[in-house]
Each structure stands twice: as structure tokens, then as C-alpha cells.
């Protein structure tokens, strides 16, 4: 929303910055950038997995029982709407941490989609060999 101020010059909105901001040091730029970029491949991860989920619902007509196929690509584009909170989360906790020179915190998130994505493709091999018909 565009604004006049009394002088008849707009008014520019500031951008909303979280409190945790204004605490701490500003630390090295490239280390911000790095942070940023690891972000943006969490990011890109979500998107390659909630692709897949929609191409598995989609694309998998051979595959049966198709139940079981919807729920794989549901739990995929679950997967990547908490990855997508998860790459948030871990973005902000590690730029707080850099602020007030602590060590970076570790995080289960890399385990927990690890074994996301392993059970997804399990579930989707043991489908593709139990009920594809040979020849």
C-alpha cells in the first residue's frame, strides 16, 4: 500500500525483520550467503520430492494397488511441506547462532529425511517387482 506522507512524497514501507535480528553481531556476509545458499538446497530438495509425489499420483497407472501409490505420493508432498518449515528452521537457528558466535546446532532433520525418502522408495520398488507382469 502506497502512502503519502504530509510532504506529499510517498511513504516506504519498511520490511518487517524478526526481533532475533537486531540481537547479536552481524556476522561475516559469506557466511550469511552460505547459510542462504544451504536454505535454497533444502528448498530445491522439497520441490524435487513434492515433484515426485505429484508425478507418482499422476503417472503410476501400472502400478497397484493404486491406494497404496496415492498414499506414497501424499506422504511425499507432506514430506516436502515439512521440509520446506524444516529448511526455515534451520536457516533462522543457524543464522542466530552465528550472530552470538555459538557453535551451530545439529539437527535430526537430515536422518528424518533420509529415512523418508528410503521408505518411500522401498515402498515403491517392493510395488514395482510385486506387481509389475513380466514379459
Known amino acids: ?3 503519502n506522507a504530509p510532504d506529499g512524497q510517498a511513504l516506504v514501507a519498511k520490511p518487517r525483520t524478526p526481533a532475533w535480528r537486531q ?3 552481524e556476522p561475516d556476509y ?3 550467503l552460505a547459510n542462504e545458499r544451504t ?3 533444502w528448498i530445491r530438495t522439497a520441490l524435487a520430492i513434492l515433484a515426485a509425489g505429484v ?3 499422476q503417472f503410476s497407472t501400472k502400478l497397484q494397488p493404486h491406494a497404496i501409490m496415492v498414499a506414497v505420493a501424499a506422504m511425499m508432498c507432506l514430506l516436502a511441506a515439512g521440509l520446506s518449515w524444516v529448511a526455515y528452521q534451520r536457516w533462522s537457528v543457524n543464522e542466530q547462532a552465528m550472530r552470538h558466535r555459538r557453535p551451530l ?3 535430526r532433520a537430515l536422518g528424518m529425511l533420509a529415512l523418508m525418502v528410503s521408505a518411500a522408495s522401498a515402498v515403491i520398488a517392493g510395488l514395482i517387482f510385486a ?3 513380466w514379459g
Request: no cysteine.
Open 23 to 25: 540481537l547479536g553481531e
Open 131 to 133: 506387481f509389475t507382469h
Open 1 to 3: 500500500m502506497n502512502r
Open 39 to 41: 536454505f535454497l538446497a
Open 55 to 57: 508425478l507418482l499420483d
Open 105 to 107: 546446532p545439529h539437527s
Open 30 to 32: 559469506r557466511f550469511t
